[in-house]
Structure formats: C-alpha cells, structure tokens
C-alpha cells in the first residue's frame, strides 16, 4: 500500500510540476499561438480581444499590460535584429525601410528584464510626426546609446532589448492584414567589445 501511496505522489508530482514548467514556458515564449511574424517583428492580432487564446491572456495579466482592441491598431516587438541576432544594448541599430499605413505609429525599447528602458534625459521614443522620411517615404532610425544625426533612438548601453513598434487606426489591426505588412528592417551596424 505504501508503494502505491509514493507512486502516486511521484505522478502528481510530475503531472503538476511538468504542468507548472510548460505553463510559464508558454508565458515566457517570445512566439505564442496566435502570433503574427513579419520578418524580425511579431505581433497577437486578436491579444485584445475576447478570442485570444488562454496564454495571451495569461501573458497579459502576468505583465499588467493593456493591449489594443480590435480595430484600435496593432503592436509589434522584436527581440531579434533581421539576421537573426539578438538585440542588445552593446550595439548600434538601424531600423529601416517602409512603415505600414497608420493614422500614427510609435517606436520605443524595452528591456527584456522588464519593461520600459528609460535613458534620462534623451529620446527614447519617436513618433511618426517627429521623424524625417526620405524622399521616397522610408524611414531610418538610428538606435544607439550615444548621439547620432537624423532620427536618433536612445537605447541603454546594455543588457538585452526589445524593440516595440505600435500603429494607430491601420488596417492591420484586423488581423488578417497583418501578414501582408512590409516592415522596416532591423540592421545591426556595430558592436562594443
């Protein structure tokens, strides 16, 4: 009886911790179901709506975070540059390329530690009513922790980084868009150390 007394222990066991561990897996996953990738950028069209899947809004509460509702607009971030690489605070970025239509779009770093990656005192925002386009409607934003002429994000000089790209009222936010969007590129231009 004893036997089978620990062997049932050592199941649940299993079962919850097995449970547990693909659980917060799925929470901390950079791709859930649902998502949306467009080269390096991925996006959970439906994250804001009742029909998102239960890790969506489990990563939602998890994080406090309030995603937009459909018809709203649509968020995309990138933890990765275009090659693949991942995005940290030791190199410089350029973002480049078209920008989906939108009413307005922002673009920001997040740390990957958690949250919003503040630098005192320097742009670590932009929008699309404060940049310059090129003269065929490109952009090119230049992601560095020190200065740098024309569109300049200010990034920290460390640590791994998530770059978050958000439209306004697009047509992507209807989901089934979202696939056919041609997104800017994210080039690494140099490295310390």
């Known amino acids: 009886m004893f036997r089978t007394l620990a062997q049932i222990a050592v199941i649940l066991a299993l079962a919850f911790g097995g449970g547990i561990w693909s659980v917060r897996t799925m929470l901390e996953s950079a791709v859930r179901p649902g998502s949306v990738t467009v080269s390096a950028w991925t996006a959970y069209p439906v994250a804001g709506t009742p029909a998102a899947d239960p890790y969506t809004k489990a990563h939602i509460a998890r994080n406090g975070e309030l995603p937009l509702g459909a018809g709203e607009g649509l968020t995309f971030s990138a933890s990765r540059d275009s090659a693949g690489d991942a995005i940290t605070g030791a190199c ?13 779009w922002t673009l920001h770093a997040e740390s990957l530690a958690g949250g919003y990656a503040p630098v005192e005192g320097l742009p670590t925002a932009l929008h699309s009513r404060r940049v310059l386009y090129g003269a065929d ?57």
Do not use: H
């Open 92 to 104: 410089t970025y350029r973002i480049e390329g078209q920008m989906p239509a939108a009413r307005l």
């Open 137 to 193: 409607g490109a952009v090119r934003i230049q992601a560095a922790d020190g200065a740098r002429p024309g569109n300049w994000l200010a990034i920290p000089s460390q640590g791994r980084l998530a770059f978050v790209l958000t439209f306004y009222d697009t047509e992507l936010a209807s989901g089934s868009r979202a696939y056919e969007a041609e997104m800017p590129q994210i080039l690494k231009d140099s490295c310390d150390g």
